[in-house]
Nanobody, 122 residues
Framework: QVQLVESGGGLVQAGGSLRLSCAAS????????MGWYRQVPGKQRELVAS???????NYADNVKGRFTISRDDAKSTVYLQMNSLKPEDTAVYLC????????????????WGQGTQVTVSS
């Protein structure tokens, strides 16, 4: 089992920045990719960014150039640095840890965190 705890969400004005953290614990030996997704009520959950064990990253087109995903293996933590935030970035952001990445960079299988709310005001 793997446990994921997200933190760092909050309320920010448009143009501002936030950094989300996802701390992983448990049986991590099988985890090869981690990612951030976001969920807006009434819409499909979407991939924001992912990073593999080897450091390969993938981003959704609408966050490229603004968001950066990184990992600190010593702390078993993945970060999502979000800059130039827009109101349309408002969502619950969820961390996922999985076994492999699909062709689109999504995280296959694995575990979900509880999520952290990000609200961007205009």
């Amino acid at each position: 089992q793997v446990q994921l705890v997200e933190s760092g969400g909050g309320l920010v004005q448009a143009g501002g920045s936030l950094r989300l953290s996802c701390a992983a614990s448990g049986s991590l030996f099988s985890i090869n990719v981690m990612g951030w997704y976001r969920q807006v009520p009434g819409k499909q959950r979407e991939l924001v960014a992912s990073i593999t064990r080897s450091g390969r990253t993938n981003y959704a087109d609408n966050v490229k150039g603004r968001f950066t995903i990184s990992r600190d293996d010593a702390k078993s933590t993945v970060y999502l640095q979000m800059n130039s935030l827009k109101p349309e970035d408002t969502a619950v952001y969820l961390c996922k840890a999985g076994f492999a990445a699909d062709l689109g960079g999504g995280v296959l299988g694995g575990y979900w965190g509880q999520g952290t709310q990000v609200t961007v005001s205009s």
